[in-house]
Nanobody, 124 residues
Framework: VQLQASGGGLVQAGGSLRLSCAASGRTFSDYGMGWFRRAPGKERELVAA????????YYADSVKGRSTISRDNDKNTVSLQMSSLKPEDTAVYYC??????????????????WGQGTLVTVSS
């Protein structure tokens, strides 16, 4: 599967942004999907993940209550809606896919595909 992330940009603190990731090449619903981010000088962080069907989700504490991950298996897309953005949300955001499902996003590095990253900059 190939992934193409989009939707990043510059936003003021308190604003909202919606990231999208389009998949192609394989059956999208075979993959658990997730969003990671890497901020300058920091390690990569799992932000959110969603199961094959979309019935289960995971959120990092840092974004819980401010973000929603969703997927459309008919359109082969996964999205991350972020609101109440903070300067510390500034990072490059990556979508990733793993056939093993949502649980493995918490314990392992996704092994099937990564998107190219999209930069989110939150100004104070």
């Amino acid at each position: 599967v190939q992934l193409q992330a989009s939707g990043g940009g510059l936003v003021q603190a308190g604003g909202s942004l919606r990231l999208s990731c389009a998949a192609s090449g394989r059956t999208f619903s075979d993959y658990g999907m997730g969003w990671f981010r890497r901020a300058p000088g920091k390690e990569r962080e799992l932000v959110a993940a969603i199961s094959w069907s979309g019935g289960s989700t995971y959120y990092a504490d840092s974004v819980k209550g401010r973000s929603t991950i969703s997927r459309d298996n008919d359109k082969n897309t996964v999205s991350l809606q972020m609101s109440s953005l903070k300067p510390e949300d500034t990072a490059v955001y990556y979508c990733a896919a793993d056939e093993r499902g949502l649980g493995y996003f918490l314990t392992d590095i996704p092994r099937d595909a990564w998107g190219q990253g999209t930069l989110v900059t939150v100004s104070s």
